[in-house]
């Protein structure tokens, strides 16, 4: 299986903020890697297919970029509402696997 | 606006089947576009890929080696849903478990989820 490790695990930042989130594959999966964002009792949004693409409805401050082994999410000025946890997950390979999360809260 | 309804019972007693349903609207189970997969969520595993149904000229399921012994996910096309079945269960699948659309490689529907409990 294919290993995704996030870093960092957590963050403290406040509104306004710029935040980028890193995304690491244990193997090359070209640019299959997607983000999520959860805020807790509620199921995973998707935010970013294709490593930079942006899914429908989702707020332009969101940002991907990456291909390989290595992926960042941005934020820029993050919102009071953006405050969540974030999940990688890659689709190159079967079964998906998805990150340990990195949790960005109120500094 | 696909969405996906969860039902079945949020409390499983060790070594009984762990029963699950995901009901689709705004979409069709038979689409040969997209994928119905089933993910547990837990502190100790975090997101969990369980398996998958769909069809491509005829019906498929593969699963996670972790659970392939014990899982059967079907189609029930005269209802469009699909279903989780996970057998034997310990207290070690105790989760949160969510039904998802998988298109283009990223999940963009999902459940509201179930808190599966396993306690006797």
Known sequence: ?107 | QVQLQQSGPGLVKPSQTLSLTCAISGDSVSSNSVTWNWIRQSPSRGLEWLGRTYYRSKWDSDYAVSVKSRIVINPETSKNQFSLQLNSVTPEDTAVYYCARLRRGGFDFWGQGTLVTVSS
């Open chain 1, 1 to 107: 299986d294919i290993q995704m490790t996030q870093s960092p695990s957590s963050l403290s930042v406040s509104v306004g903020d710029r935040v980028t989130i890193t995304c690491r594959a244990s193997q090359s999966i070209s640019t299959s890697l997607n983000w999520y964002q959860q805020k807790p009792g509620k199921a995973p949004n998707l935010l970013i297919y294709a490593a930079s693409s942006l899914q429908s409805a989702v707020p332009s401050r969101f940002s991907g970029s990456g291909s390989g082994t290595d992926f960042t999410l941005t934020i820029n000025s993050l919102q009071p509402e953006d405050f969540a946890t974030y999940y990688c997950q890659q689709s190159y390979s079967s079964p998906v696997t998805f990150g340990q999360g990195t949790k960005v809260d109120i500094k």
